[in-house]
């Protein structure tokens, strides 16, 4: 039985493409997930490890184990889209309960924006997905006030246009650009790299 303490145990939560495509991120008390800019590299980092689950292992991952804290990862394939549900939460709630808790999450969010993610030519946008954080609430899985949003990739307008892996559609320059390569530029006013030296 999942008790209040195990709830308020949880701190991040992501939803994002299996190409590292952000959906959804929240920061519900996790110490340096809302100060810290550079906390969504991580993003990015956990698309290619799953990747490479599936590459190298019988199984994709689903759980990681780290001094202090854990991550539980659940699947969801969506129309085209294969997203990945992933929950940061402190050692205080058991693995167990953690992933009886994000695959519970992956269902009500598959059931809440699957018509709007399968919808022809639909790019996805981090605000069509905002009242994903008062879902979990109602919902009772999380009882801990939203800290605040985590900006991913807001910049560019992307889109879910690009087939190639680890990249996304800008749809401000219509161009491909790496994830990684966006995210080194962060610092530069949240701006596209590609549109950086076009102001100077």
Known sequence: MVTLSDLEAINDVFIISSSGLPYYSGCFGGEN???EPNHLLV?????????????FGQKAIREVHFDEAQMAIETRKIGEQHLLIIFFASKKIKMKKLLELV?????????????????????PKLSDFKSFSQILREMGIIKKELMGEIPILNS?????????????YCSKIQKD??????????????????LVSQHI
Request: aromatic share 14%; proline share 4%; glycine share 2%.
């Open 43 to 55: 993003s990015g980092f956990l698309a290619a490890v799953f990747q490479f689950s599936l590459q």
């Open 33 to 35: 997930c809302a100060k």
């Open 103 to 123: 695959k519970r999450s992956a269902s009500i969010f598959e059931i809440n924006f699957s018509e709007l993610i399968q919808r022809p030519k639909y790019h």
């Open 156 to 168: 560019c307008q992307y889109s879910s246009k690009s087939e190639l892996k680890e990249y996304v």
């Open 177 to 194: 650009i790496p994830i990684q390569e966006e995210l080194q530029y962060r610092k530069m006013d949240n701006e596209c790299p590609h």
